[in-house]
Nanobody, 123 residues
């Protein structure tokens, strides 16, 4: 049974930082691309960042480029999202996802999803 479990969310002031983690089990994680998506109340789920199976390529939404960094540790089957210079508009539920394809931006290419973790940025 495949599981993706996110952690690290919470409440932070604007300008602060958080580091999200997503631990995977039940799959050969090193053969999967991984991504982070977010969904704010009343809005559609949107792409945040993704990383190739090797970690050699990363992809970001324009809204987070330069502030967020995605990374992975295949030995630990874990993907991370370091979020710096957080803004109130970053407030959302953050989800990690995994997919075996060489595709990153669309949510429908991801086969497995975590339950999500709440990130709240106060002004």
């Amino acid at each position: 049974q495949v599981q993706l479990v996110e952690s690290g969310g919470g409440l932070v002031q604007a300008g602060g930082s958080l580091r999200l983690s997503c631990a995977a089990s039940g799959l050969t994680f090193s053969t999967y691309a991984a991504g982070w998506f977010r969904q704010a109340p009343g809005k559609e789920r949107e792409f945040v960042a993704a990383i190739s199976w090797s970690g050699g390529s990363t992809y970001y939404a324009d809204s987070v480029k330069g502030r967020f960094t995605i990374s992975r540790d295949n030995a630990k089957s874990t993907v991370y999202l370091q979020m710096n210079s957080l803004k109130p508009e970053d407030t959302a539920y953050y989800y990690c996802a995994a997919n075996p394809r060489d595709s990153y931006y669309r949510s429908d290419v991801y086969d497995y999803w975590g339950q999500g973790t709440q990130v709240t940025v106060s002004s």
